[in-house]
């Protein structure tokens, strides 16, 4: 088995250490990929001014939105390869992976095409504020023309991570990183290109870290190195991807749909409710890291172990996963509250938009145990397969989304605060969903 010298066989071995181990690389790598986001804000806000971190906030949700319909494909790559890693099968994790590429070409050019020239209308639809909308439709078209890039970079780090190696993905962000930040500094500081110059710096480094983690992947790992018969395209496989990718393309689309609803009453309360949401948004995604990687690291855990009928194994990665989780929140919520204020001054000059994100912050923080009951659940989920969770977890989010923050900021005393009480209620809707599901699913492993 020398195909197996650069990966990870979870399905033996300590569960704790497996997952932990797996997970910091990764962990560290998702962390850079969101300073991606974080130094476009952090120079544009303080560099640029309010407006133009407001213009970038605006962009998220959609650009999101985009990037979720080509993801959900790859991840289901990912989850077939583990699956077929965990049965010890070379030749269908091979095929597997040709046969996802083929998917991850195809679609985000489509996507990106379709995204660049849809760029201004949903913008306008969104009640994007008058003095953001053309640098909002500036960087959002450019991360159209990024898509494709993107989705190289995430089809390499899937499939190597379903094979157990999350450190080579991670060399290449911290690369890319500090590549995206020294372009940031000299197209938006010294060349004063403003968000344009945030956004062609996003696209240079997304079109290296892309680029060079692919050809290392074929270069170096053994799954990677096929033969003309391992290219076949295999129509069976194709569907299998499809009809796993479809549901968890719909769950983050779903998500990116109930965000960009969010957006839209963010909006309505002014640039200075934009910035705020835009500070706070960026904090919450480098927050949402720890969960996520815990509950990616858990999916390849459970992908192996499922294809190796392993139930007991699965069961006990997620109990473990969940005290980790618990373990993190519990250093969080009291980091959050006392250091609201100096964190969100980190993206912006405006004292009245570091006040407002700053209490912002506080309200949503007590909700995060239900955040990671969302990863946690969905990472077993995920690794076992189960295509309709994706739908019931997109579906819920969307309804919270666009229902809660209308009925909340209608409220005269609560107003623009509705906006952050609606993302906690939203995260413990869909944690109690997920947990609830995991429950029904658990008798079937």
């Avoid at 213009?55 to 990912?78: D, E, M, W």
């Avoid at 989850?79 to 099968?89: L, V």
């Avoid at 290109?193 to 079109?207: E, K, W």
């Avoid at 749909?257 to 200075?272: D, E, H, K, Y």
Wanted: charged fraction near 10%.
């Amino acid at each position: 088995m020398a195909a197996r010298q650069k990966t990870i066989n979870m399905t033996e071995g300590n569960t704790v250490r497996l997952i932990l181990t797996f997970s910091l690389p990764m962990l560290i790598g998702n962390i850079f990929q969101q300073l991606y986001n974080f130094v476009d804000s952090i120079i544009v806000g303080q560099f640029v001014g309010a407006d133009a971190l407001a213009a970038i906030g605006a962009t998220g949700s959609i650009t999101f939105f985009f990037f979720a319909l080509c993801n959900g494909i790859g991840s289901a790559g990912g989850i077939i390869t583990s699956q077929f890693f965990g049965e010890g099968s070379t030749d269908k994790v091979k095929n597997c992976i040709a046969n996802t590429a083929y998917i991850m070409l195809v679609v985000p050019i489509s996507i990106g095409i379709i995204a660049f020239f849809a760029a201004g209308p949903i913008l306008e639809l969104l009640r994007t504020p008058e003095e953001i909308i053309h640098d909002a439709k500036v960087y959002m078209r450019i991360m159209c023309v990024s898509l494709v890039l993107v989705s190289a970079y995430n089809f390499a780090s899937s499939m190597l991570r379903a094979l157990g190696d999350s450190k080579t993905p991670l060399y290449f962000l911290i690369f890319s990183c500090i590549l995206n930040a020294v372009l940031d500094l000299i197209f938006v500081f010294n060349l004063h290109m403003g968000v344009f110059g945030a956004g062609i710096a996003t696209l240079i480094s997304n079109f290296i870290c892309g680029t060079l983690c692919l050809l290392f992947a074929f270069k170096t790992n053994p799954y990677f190195k096929m033969s003309k018969s391992d290219w076949k395209v295999n129509p069976a496989l194709l569907g299998k991807c499809v009809r796993l990718g479809v549901p968890l393309s719909l769950q983050f689309s779903l998500i990116a749909i109930s965000c960009m609803a969010l957006q839209r009453v963010v909006n309505t309360f002014g640039p200075v409710a934009v910035a705020a949401f835009t500070a706070t948004s960026r904090i919450e995604q480098l927050i949402h890291q720890p969960y996520g990687t815990l509950g990616t690291a858990l999916a390849t855990y459970c992908g192996q172990n499922y294809g190796a009928k392993n139930k007991a194994r699965i069961l006990e990665g997620y109990r473990k996963s969940m005290l980790i989780m618990a373990i993190f929140t519990a250093i969080m919520i009291p980091v959050i509250q006392f250091f609201g204020n100096p964190i969100t001054s980190l993206f912006v000059k405006a004292p009245e938009v570091i006040s407002m994100g700053a209490s912002a912050l506080r309200i949503t923080s007590w909700f995060y145990i239900f955040l990671g009951i969302i990863y946690v659940a969905r990472g077993v989920l995920n690794g076992i397969g189960d295509a309709t969770f994706a739908l019931i977890n997109g579906i819920t989010e969307v309804v919270g989304r666009f229902v809660v923050p209308v009925l909340l900021t209608g409220v005269a005393f609560i107003g623009v605060w509705g906006i952050w009480w609606s993302v906690g209620i939203v995260w413990f809707l869909s944690g109690l969903t997920a947990w609830l599901r995991y429950l029904y699913m658990k008798k079937k492993i």
